[in-house]
């Protein structure tokens, strides 16, 4: 049973210099820390309200990985600050919700829930390995055929997730890790239930989260968001794997709020270069693929998931899935399909 993390052991947290909702930056947990029954060995990465620790556990006697909610989210006093806390915590609830649900190896696993301690945080399994973005720095884009075989394992993986209700709306190279040469899909921060038990209907979200880069054209036009965004998530993916560039450039005026949004998001109405012309060894076939994946308007990308792998099929030299031929678009078992060896 798990203790809650004793707060003596954090770095301490240094009272807000104004009222006006400036984030107040906490150091790092230190290597060597102890929070609960870990050991902190260093920091992974630091997002906008979560840590991500490498830890050693006492008792289960193996490196995990700790997600906690950063203390700097409870040290602003203010009302704006409470808001935010509040709203993070709840996104850190609903990660460990979602990720109870997912049982497929392409996803990193659950071990813990601890999103009711006073600092709330998830205990995950280690997943060793480098990250796509990291493959990306050393190696500037990959053979095709491997950046397809990745997508079509991403994309499996991600199948399993919406069959559960749920889209994952944050895709891009970081958030995917090669192990044993297969990718498996992290950082469920900005899960969203797409579907409730009691409707089909599809969802609205509250918010616009995610990386602005990879947001698709729904998501900051706070539409409401189903699957299909998961599937301009993957051919953002694949776009970027094989030219080494992402479509859309980094817009410096994203938090410039009084700006239109075409100008924040160029995704909005830029046409990005053709990737025949960023790599003309493309097969000729597969750009349309990625380009439909891609689209604007979610009506006019692949149906699902499964649609998007048939379609993928024919540029790998390995065949991932013996028998994705005889599937159609909208079979609920695409959740199921489980790679051969040789994948």
């Known amino acids: 049973m798990h203790r809650k993390i004793s707060q003596s052991v954090l ?5 807000p210099p104004n009222t006006s909702g400036d984030r107040v930056m906490n150091e790092r947990v230190a290597s ?4 609960d029954e870990m050991i902190v060995a260093h920091t992974i990465a ?7 620790l490498a830890v050693w556990h006492t008792t289960f006697r193996t490196p995990l990985v700790c997600k906690v909610l950063r203390l700097d989210v409870f040290g602003e006093q203010d009302l704006y600050a409470a808001r935010r806390a509040r709203k993070w915590r709840q996104l850190l609830r609903l990660e460990a919700a979602a990720l109870k649900r997912f049982q497929h190896p392409g996803i990193v696993r659950l071990i813990s829930d601890q999103t009711r301690n006073v600092i709330p945080y998830l205990l995950l399994e280690h997943v060793g390995g480098r990250t796509l973005r990291d493959c990306l720095r050393d190696e500037k884009r990959l053979p095709v055929d491997e950046a397809v075989r990745i997508v079509q394992h991403t994309g499996a993986a991600l199948a399993h997730v919406h069959h559960q209700s749920f889209i994952h709306r944050d895709l891009k190279p970081s958030n995917i890790i090669m192990r044993d040469g297969r990718p498996v899909l992290l950082d469920f921060g900005v899960v969203w239930r797409w579907q409730t038990t009691s409707s089909t209907s599809t969802r609205r979200p509250p918010d616009r989260c995610g990386t602005p880069q990879y947001l698709a054209p729904e998501q900051v ?35 410039e709020r009084d700006l239109p949004l075409n100008v924040r998001y160029p995704q909005l109405e830029m046409t990005p270069p053709k990737l025949r012309d960023l790599r003309p060894d493309i097969p000729v076939k597969l750009a349309p693929v990625i380009m439909r994946a891609m689209h604007r308007e979610p009506d006019k990308r692949f149906a699902d998931i499964a649609e998007l792998l048939i379609a993928l099929d024919e540029f790998t030299a390995v065949k991932i899935y013996p028998n994705i031929s005889g599937l159609k678009a909208g079979d609920a078992f695409i959740s199921s399909l489980k790679p051969t060896q040789t994948g």
């Open 11 to 15: 770095p301490a947290v240094s009272p």
């Open 46 to 52: 630091r997002g906008m309200n979560t840590d991500v």
């Open 221 to 255: 036009r706070r539409e409401p968001l189903s699957p299909l965004t998961d599937i301009y998530g993957l051919g953002v993916l694949l776009y970027e794997l094989i030219t080494g560039t992402r479509p859309y450039p980094a817009s410096k005026r994203t938090h």
């Open 32 to 35: 060597g820390s102890r929070l």
